[in-house]
């Protein structure tokens, strides 16, 4: 006898392989389907081309500050003096609400580095420019509700609930950072 089991011993049939045939081929379009629509969700390449930013700090003279865009946002750097970095340090041993040291804060001492958003509702907040006011704290002020930051962007007043975030940054060198 022939090892070819006869067609009457089979366990499937002509039903059972057009089914497993068509669930097959439908598995192959909902892949082919799926790839497109997952792609278009990445970003675009206008997006990830702003999602970093090389900023010069050359031209920022000690106790200026600079205002970046970076992903929609505004980014204050600031070059802070001597007495800034001080106070900084002294108000590490005050009672804060979102409590974090000056040194956990910053990268050098002298840059800082944030993002120019009240955490209380998403104003921004005065202090970057010579003239307006920044609080009792020296660092920024919030005019909508009136909170207040230190020189290290720790929120110290008013009803901002924690400090001014801080971006993913890092030095290239002694003058240029890269922000994202």
């Given at each position: 006898m022939s090892d070819i089991p006869?067609?009457?011993?089979?366990?499937?049939?002509?039903?059972?392989?057009?089914?497993?045939?068509?669930?097959?081929?439908?598995?192959v379009g909902l892949v082919a389907a799926a790839i497109p629509l997952i792609d278009s969700m990445n970003p675009a390449a206008d997006t990830e081309a702003v999602s970093t930013?090389?900023?010069?700090?050359?031209?920022?003279?000690?106790?200026?500050?600079?205002?970046?865009?970076?992903?929609g946002r505004p980014v204050f750097i600031r070059h802070r003096t001597a007495e800034e970095i001080e106070q900084a340090r002294q108000d590490?041993?005050?009672?804060?609400?979102?409590?974090?040291?000056?040194a956990t804060r910053v990268k050098r001492p002298e840059w800082l580095v944030v993002i120019g958003i009240c955490t209380h509702l998403g104003c921004i907040p005065l202090g970057q420019k010579n003239g307006e006011p920044r609080g009792e704290f020296g660092?920024?002020?919030?005019?909508?509700?009136?909170?207040?930051?230190?020189?290290?962007?720790?929120?110290?007043?008013?009803?901002?609930?924690?400090?001014?975030?801080?971006?993913?940054?890092?030095?290239?060198?002694?003058?240029?950072?890269?922000?994202?």
């Open positions: 006869s067609p009457s011993s089979c366990s499937c049939n002509r039903r059972d392989f057009l089914t497993n045939t068509t669930a097959g081929l439908g598995a930013v090389d900023v010069d700090l050359s031209k920022v003279a000690v106790g200026g500050s600079l205002t970046v865009t970076w992903r590490d041993a005050v009672s804060l609400r979102d409590p974090q040291t000056d660092g920024w002020f919030c005019p909508c509700h009136g909170s207040q930051y230190d020189t290290a962007g720790r929120a110290r007043k008013g009803p901002a609930p924690r400090n001014l975030d801080l971006p993913p940054y890092a030095f290239l060198d002694d003058s240029t950072i890269r922000l994202g």
